[in-house]
């Protein structure tokens, strides 16, 4: 097994990037809508790539069809269920402005980290199966967390919550990227000759990542921005995936 300490580094600094987020906007406020399509489609084209090109090749060879085709299913499933925990209904109570900005402020950071936690077990996973493959899937997770954290921060800072306390939310939200990173470790410890499930079934979450939210949210903002962010995104890791060593 890789050195949990680098599996844990690697995933923590992708968690921070929702930190590094929210900071970006406590100091300089919301960036511009282009600049917000082309992370979040940056980081769709980079998660598809890995799973096109890595995850589910990696699955395939080295365990049986029955494994991998349970585990891409049940990491779509666990990711389903953790978008609804971000879309929940508003009530139909009448709320004031700043209540109504609070709220969509804490969904959101709970939405997020809901997400975290497979984020956090595809870094060990893929880290686990292939030398570098963690590195590859920790970079787009970082360029999905930064608007994440943009997202969190904006609607809390507008309802006039101090700022230390958005910054305290945000590093707690960081902490569970490693925290599924632990639990991916967890896993393929318990469960022997698991690998080929739990690299299906982190494609499947990031699979339904993508399409349930990344793509969906970059092409609101700016339609031709997410066009390119997520072509650049999908070639460029496609490259570098191809290119590192078997």
Known sequence: MHDIFEIVWISMIAGLATTL???????????????????????????????????????????????????FVLGLLFMYLADIRLNVSHDTLPLSRRQRLKKTGLLVAAGIALHDIPEGMAIAVSQEAAPGLGFLIAFGIT??????????????????????????????????????????????????DSLAFFLAFAAGAMTLLVFAELMPLSRERHPRYALLGGTIGFILFASISLLLPA
């Not at 799973?51 to 069809?65: F, Q, R, T, Y």
């Not at 809390?156 to 958005?166: C, N, P, S, T, V």
């Not at 707690?172 to 990173?181: D, E, S, W, Y």
């Open 143 to 192: 360029l999905h967390n930064l608007p994440e954290g943009m997202a969190t921060t904006a609607p809390l800072k507008m309802a006039q919550i101090r700022w230390w306390k958005i910054l305290l939310l945000n590093i707690g939200i960081a902490f569970f990227t490693p925290l599924g990173a632990l639990l991916g470790l967890l896993a393929l410890e318990g469960v022997k």
């Open 21 to 71: 987020g929210s900071l970006l906007v406590l100091m300089f406020g919301k960036p511009k809508e282009r600049i917000l399509a082309s992370l979040l489609a940056g980081a769709g084209g980079v998660m598809l790539a890995v799973v096109s090109i890595d995850l589910l090749p990696e699955a395939w060879e080295v365990g049986p069809p029955i494994q991998v085709g349970l585990g």
